[in-house]
C-alpha cells in the first residue's frame, strides 16, 4: 500500500479542501502562511494519495512547538491531518491509512521526528488502536437559529448569566484595529489570563493583532472585545470557514466576574456564528475538569482528536 506524495498549489488546497466533510479552519492555506510567517518555520501544502484516496497534510517544519531539531508536525496551531477529502466509512481502515501516511512521510521528507494531531469526530471514541493517543474537545451544534440555540441547547445556568449580562452596561463589539492602543490592552489582557490559567504558552501579540486584521484564503478571523465603562474586561477570538467556528483565544478581569462579560462574549459569537450559518462551534480542550464542565453547559459535546507520534 504505497503512498504518493506531491506539493500542491494554493488553488488546489483550497478546492481540496472545500470537498472534505472533516476540513476546520486550521487546515486554511493562509493560516498556515501566517503562523509560520510570524511564529518561525515553514509550511508546505503536501497531498497525499493512496489506493485512489486524496488527503491533505499540512506539513510543517521546525514550529515554536519542536521539541527537537528538524522536527516536523501535520498541523501547528490547532488541528492538521492527514484530512481526507471523502467522508469516513470505516474508521478502522483510515486509521491504517492515516498510519501509513504518516510513516511513509517520514520517509519521503527524511526525518526521524514527526507528529500528527488529526480532526475532531466522535467516531474516533471507538478506535481500538494502540498507535493513537485520544484527547478531547468539545464542539456545540448549532441550530440556525439564535431563539432554538438559546432556549434548546444552553443549560439554565448559561441562559441566566446571559440575562444577568444583559442588565448590565458592558458592550459587546469587534475590537478597534485602527486603535491600537485598544489592541495592546485587549492583547495584555490575554496574556494576563493566561499566566493565570497556567497555559501551556502566551499568545504572540504580532499573532494576535494580524488575528484581527488579516483576511486569510478562506478562513475568517474576528477579535471581540467586552467593555466596561470605557475598560476592557474581557476577550475573545474566533478563526471560521463556512462549516465551522473555533474559540482561539479568552481573556477576562476577574474583578468584573460578577457581570458575566465572559458569558456574554461566548453569546455574542454564538450569534455571530449562527447569522453566517456556521453549524459547528468548537470550544476546544479543557485542561482542568472545571473548564470542561463549564464548556459542557453551552451544550457542547465532547468529542476526540486523535494525536499520532513517529
Not at 521539541?67 to 491504517?96: A, C, M, Q, W
Not at 474583578?255 to 447569522?275: P, R, T
Request: proline share 3%; with cysteine; hydrophobic share 40%.
Amino acid at each position: 500500500m504505497d503512498v504518493k506524495f506531491s506539493i500542491i498549489s494554493e488553488n488546489q488546497w483550497t478546492t481540496l479542501k472545500k470537498s472534505s466533510p472533516y476540513a476546520s479552519p486550521f487546515q486554511d492555506y493562509g493560516w498556515g502562511m501566517l503562523t509560520t510567517k510570524i511564529l518561525g518555520g515553514s509550511f508546505s501544502p503536501v497531498l497525499a494519495q493512496i489506493e485512489g484516496l486524496k488527503w491533505l497534510v499540512p506539513l510543517y517544519k521546525n514550529n515554536p512547538w519542536a521539541s527537537k531539531p528538524n522536527e516536523y508536525s501535520i498541523g501547528g496551531i490547532g488541528y492538521g491531518g492527514p484530512l481526507p477529502t471523502h467522508r469516513l466509512v470505516d474508521v478502522g481502515k483510515e486509521l491504517e491509512y492515516v498510519i501509513k501516511i504518516i510513516a511513509q512521510l517520514r520517509l519521503f521528507i527524511n526525518s526521524d521526528h514527526i507528529k500528527a494531531i488529526l480532526y475532531p469526530s466522535s467516531v474516533w471514541e471507538n478506535s481500538e488502536s494502540s498507535k493513537i493517543n485520544l484527547s478531547k474537545t468539545c464542539r456545540i451544534e448549532l441550530a440556525n437559529n439564535t431563539d432554538t440555540v438559546f432556549n434548546k441547547t444552553l443549560s439554565g445556568n448559561a441562559r441566566t448569566a446571559i440575562r444577568k449580562s444583559n442588565k448590565s452596561a458592558v458592550i459587546i463589539r469587534e475590537i478597534n484595529i485602527l486603535t491600537l492602543d485598544e489592541v495592546k490592552e485587549a492583547h495584555l489582557l490575554l496574556t494576563k489570563t493566561q499566566k493565570k490559567v497556567h497555559a501551556q504558552y502566551l499568545t504572540d501579540y504580532d499573532l494576535f493583532l494580524s488575528l484581527s486584521t488579516t483576511k486569510l484564503q478562506t478562513a475568517v478571523s474576528k477579535t471581540f472585545v467586552a467593555i466596561y465603562k470605557g475598560r476592557i474586561i474581557g476577550v475573545a477570538s474566533l478563526i471560521y470557514d463556512g462549516n465551522e467556528a473555533f474559540h482561539l483565544f479568552h481573556g477576562w478581569d476577574e474583578e468584573y466576574k460578577q457581570l458575566c462579560s465572559n458569558q456574554a462574549l461566548i453569546w455574542h459569537m454564538l450569534c455571530f456564528s449562527v447569522d453566517r450559518g456556521i453549524r459547528l462551534f468548537n470550544m476546544g480542550e479543557s485542561h482542568t475538569d472545571s473548564l470542561l464542565k463549564a464548556k459542557l453547559r453551552w451544550g457542547a459535546k465532547i468529542e476526540y482528536v486523535p494525536k499520532i507520534y513517529q
